[in-house]
């Protein structure tokens, strides 16, 4: 709704988190007024920011119900437009396996340690013979005793999605101390265990839904779990320049960007990919998961809801 007033335009907006009234209502965060004049509303309504605030997400949440039902798997969608929280869920809090997913919380638990001061990015580590992994990625191909600095591994580790890079950052990590590398993560975003860890046990990361998959990547996208901005930064840059261009980026337009981590665990024919889409002006995270098929059964799925989604959030 637009109100004229001395013949500026103020855009009001209320943030109806998963409202799904009738009808598609877009509000375009282009007031000319200063946030000074509104200091109890959101800040995002009152400068402009050129963002596009979508109400109704009821279309959407039918057609992606339309979508799974074509396909025989189990599968699972979890969608958040950034700009106002709405969100559309199914299957979300169903328990998977997380595979390379996992890869993104490490990241973030290394990053951490550095600024505890516990480490440097520069620190170099030589990789060691039960860091060698050739179940994902190349980097096992360079033998022990190879030199890098822990940057250097984060970076491979996301970009590349290697599993030696991930071993050698988790030795890294029980070097300094650090047992449950995770534990500090998945606290800060309320995951829970449905069978809690007893004291004598390890905990078991083994499983992960959309839900604490999503809250990782807001987590990054608001620089929530971090003192310095940076370190979100680069762990999203990170994931911006992988060369996985299947699932969730074969919905989107090439020029697009998108921060996201795959995740297969091919033993059990379970696939997933998560991530924040920056369409423009229209930011949003995208999970999608699938148990029980073939991968490029899994990839054509995710593949045709992230379409749906993007020609949704665009053109409204």
Not at 148 to 168: G, P, R, Y
Not at 254 to 264: A, F, P, R, V, Y
Request: proline letters at 4%; glycine letters at 6%.
């Amino acid at each position: 709704m637009v109100i004229s007033i001395d013949g500026k335009k103020l855009v009001v907006f209320m943030l109806l988190i998963g409202s799904f009234a009738a009808g598609a209502w877009v509000f375009n965060s282009s007031s000319s007024s200063s946030s000074s004049d509104f200091p109890l509303i959101n800040k995002a309504v009152t400068v402009d920011i050129g963002k596009y605030y979508i109400i109704n997400f009821r279309p959407l949440r039918l057609e992606l119900e339309k979508i799974q039902k074509k396909y025989p798997q189990k599968t699972y969608v979890y969608f958040s437009y950034l700009n106002n929280g709405s969100w559309v869920g199914l299957n979300e809090r169903e328990e998977f396996t997380a595979a390379s997913t996992l890869k993104v919380p490490l990241a973030m638990s290394i990053y951490k340690m550095m600024e505890k001061g516990k480490l440097k990015p520069t620190d170099n580590y030589s990789v060691e013979e039960l860091d060698l992994d050739s179940n994902f990625g190349e980097l096992y191909r360079v033998g022990p005793d190879k030199e890098f600095t822990v940057e250097e591994l984060i970076k491979i580790m996301l970009e590349q999605s290697d599993n030696t890079a991930m071993k050698a950052i988790h030795t890294v990590l029980l070097r300094l101390g650090i047992e449950n590398p995770l534990g500090e993560v998945y606290n800060e975003l309320g995951w829970q265990f449905l069978t809690p860890p007893t004291i004598d046990e390890e905990p078991d990361y083994s499983k992960i839904n959309l839900r604490a998959l999503s809250n990782m990547f807001l987590a990054l996208y608001n620089s929530t779990f971090f003192n310095e901005v940076e370190h979100s930064q680069k762990i999203l840059e990170y994931l911006a320049n992988t060369s996985f261009k299947d699932k969730i980026a074969a919905g989107v337009p090439e020029d697009i960007i998108i921060s996201h981590k795959i995740g297969i665990a091919g033993g059990d024919n379970t696939f997933s990919d998560c991530g924040i889409v920056y369409a423009p002006n229209r930011n949003y995270i995208l999970c999608l998961g699938s148990n029980g098929g073939e991968e490029k059964v899994a990839a054509k799925f995710m593949a045709e809801v992230s379409k749906a989604v993007y020609t949704y959030v665009i053109n409204n």
